[in-house]
């Protein structure tokens, strides 16, 4: 059977901890788990300590940009001149009662000291830059829960202090990085030219990369050894028009690609742990056939374990 490889998924984000992981289903997909919060965080550690199958997970630690509001860089600040400084708003009522239902922010330092285990993490992440992301009404994304979106959003100043500070513990500890980029392209590209391009252990992986070919061939692959970049595709953003899709992996060096679901993986339905394995599959295939007709599904996805053995060595 192949070994299907999810180089980006997640757990949920539950703050209530009522969720429970399990670690069925995992049988046959090797998967880099992303933590982006310290609720996730605690759900995945758990779900690290209870799976008999740890040789089929790889732990990511990091916070993602739609929760680097909920921790603070440097000084310690109360609540409220802590998200005046890192929220961007307009509308007062809004900020005000965003600040009511959000948490007191949290000192990253700590929390990297704290938290972060060698032992257990292969990978930084999910970290990185969002331009278009939203403060939804009850402060910050929560998986089930539906909640309007305000116009509130995080000042990419703050969201590059807390990248910047996951850049460092990325070449500090000499592990790999998983990166996510909403519309920050240019931006997020200097700040890795600044901060990993001199480290060459640190390997990056961008995941669901919505930026140009241009950028990826002209900055990326052009300043970083083809080696240090891998570009992890999903159907649902990746392969939204399939040519594109296609298009995309006939345009970057075969041994950069991986594949990904985006999606949380802690739900032991088997419908829904088939149908990311379907997801898996589905990019496999498509792989297969932008390369070359004459490749199946099952080289493409022992291609893409290589590839992955490689990011994550
Ligand atoms: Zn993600």
Redesign the pocket.
Known sequence: MDKLVDA?C?VVTDPENTHCGDAEGFRGMLRCV?S?NPYDWSNLKQMTSNSVRKDDIRVGFGV?PWYSHLFYVGASRNKLSHYQDVLEYKDKDQFDNLVRVLPEPIDLEGYIAGEFDDALVSVVG?VGLDKLFRLPTNGFYVQGEKARLTSVKVRISHQEAVFRRFCRLATHAGIPISI?DVKCHGKLNDICNEELLPCPSVKICL??YTGSTETLLGQWLKKFPSDRVFVSLSKWINFKDPEEGKALVRSLPPNCILTET?FPIDNPDPTYQGDLMEQLRYLNAQIAQAWDGGLDASQAALHVYENFQRFIE
Request: overall charge negative.
């Open positions: 980006h997640h992303m982006s993602h999910e996510h995941h669901s985006d």
